[in-house]
């Protein structure tokens, strides 16, 4: 079966900025027609959908917070409502709880088990009900979900070892009906997350087989490779886009 990406459609949760613009982006250039989530950054969400139109795709940008259930139940509506259909379903919206296990907050706790675990749990339950053969979820993890080379990030690991989990054993429910599931985990990528320049950096870049940080637009290419005509043999795949970090 070849892929034809004329008339798919994906939605990518945080798009505006980092991993998700990148991939928003890809996918546009591969033909796909892209809507996407953001919770603030306005101007960037505008500038990526114009990249989108640039070439030759529509796109629609969506204000949902990822911690809203409403708001990534009502995106995936959203989403088909414009486009007609939902295809490719990119979960990449995502925060950081760091700091000691004692320091962190309930409230920054919460939070990120509500967008990194519950958000990704609801859009894709919202998704898959317009999904047929062909259709295309993946995850955007984290090498911490595999290896934790540093101390003081047990709850967002915690949270992106629980996606690692969703992706298995979806990959196993949707399988029957044709729809992949797979999960990338980047390593340090240079984002407003995680930037090159950080007083951190160094320290990260010697824990990375390849000497430096991956670009957003390496996890890009790995997306496009999974919803492409190369990922139709691919589920249930946990991948690691880190520069060889947890070899």
């Known amino acids: 079966m070849t892929v034809r990406s004329a008339h798919r459609v994906a939605l990518v949760t945080g798009g505006s900025r ?19 989530t953001y919770r603030a950054a306005e101007a960037s969400a505008k500038a990526v959908v114009a990249d ?3 070439y030759g795709r529509r796109g629609l940008s969506i204000s949902a917070d990822s911690a809203d259930p409403a708001a990534v ?9 414009e486009f007609g259909r939902l295809d490719i379903l990119v979960n990449n919206a995502g925060v950081f709880a760091g700091g000691p296990i004692e320091s962190v907050s309930f409230e920054d706790l919460d939070r990120a088990v509500a967008v990194n ?4 749990y609801l859009v894709t339950q919202a998704a898959v009900r317009h999904m047929g053969a062909g259709g295309r979820i ?12 540093a101390p003081g990030v047990s709850a967002y690991a915690m ?28 390593g340090s990528t240079d984002t407003d997350m995680n930037p090159a320049d950080s007083a951190a950096a160094d320290a990260q870049r010697t824990q990375i087989a390849l000497g430096r940080y991956g670009s957003p637009a ?4 790995t997306v496009s490779h999974l919803v492409g005509d190369g990922g139709q043999h691919i589920s249930g795949a946990s991948i690691a886009v880190d520069g060889g970090a947890t070899a």
């Open 73 to 81: 139940v009502g995106a995936v509506e959203r989403t088909v409502a």
């Open 117 to 120: 675990v519950r958000g990704v």
């Open 159 to 186: 949270t992106k070892s629980a996606v690692n989990g969703l992706t298995r054993a979806l990959a196993r429910e949707l399988g029957p009906r044709g729809i992949t599931v797979n999960l990338i985990l980047p």
């Open 52 to 54: 989108i139109e640039a």
């Open 218 to 221: 390496d996890v890009a290419a």
């Open 18 to 36: 980092g991993i998700g613009a990148a991939v928003a982006r890809r996918l546009a250039e591969d033909g796909i027609n892209v809507a996407f």
């Open 138 to 149: 993946v995850n955007i993890g984290s090498s911490f979900a595999s290896r934790v080379a």
